[in-house]
């Protein structure tokens, strides 16, 4: 019985062993795979990023022609828009300055016109008060007229009336 014990553990320990080894080996192999995965795989990754690192600098540099491009451009318009509002500007300017002349034409030939017509109203005036100081003589004078003829046909009426009663009077006395 021991010796069958020693022998059984011997075997079992052999076995054992053997398990052992075979694990290992196992696991060596797993190790190795995936050492030789993770190996591949991070070279592939690396290929990957340098191809996103090429893509990326190809896109970078498009990216920054694009926008030197850009920038030019919108220079060219900011210039062109520029020009284009200096020279509205210069437009609106001409056009107000030639607008102001003929406003100012415009008052001044009012003002000529209205002086004009406020010296003949003056005149017309003068003129107007001048026939109205003739007008008021000459009635002032007609008027002198009739009230001396009015006092002389009055005065020779009653020369006529008191001479009639005289004579009345004489004829009753």
Known sequence: MLLQAV????????????????MLRQSSA????????????RVVVKAIRKEIHEQNSAMLLQAVARGLVARKAAEVMRIEMLRQS???MMQRVVRGHASRVVVKAIRKEIHEQNSAMLLQAVARGLVARKAAEVMRIEMLRQSSALMMQRVVRGHASRVVVKAI?????????
Do not use: C, P, T, Y
Request: aromatic share 0%; charged share 30%; proline share 0%.
């Open 30 to 41: 797993l190790m190795m795979q995936r050492v030789v995965r993770g190996h591949a795989s």
């Open 86 to 88: 200096s020279a509205l």
């Open 7 to 22: 022998a059984r553990g011997l075997v079992a320990r052999k076995a054992a062993e053997v398990m052992r080894i075979e």
């Open 165 to 173: 009663r005289k004579e009345i009077h004489e004829q009753n006395s």
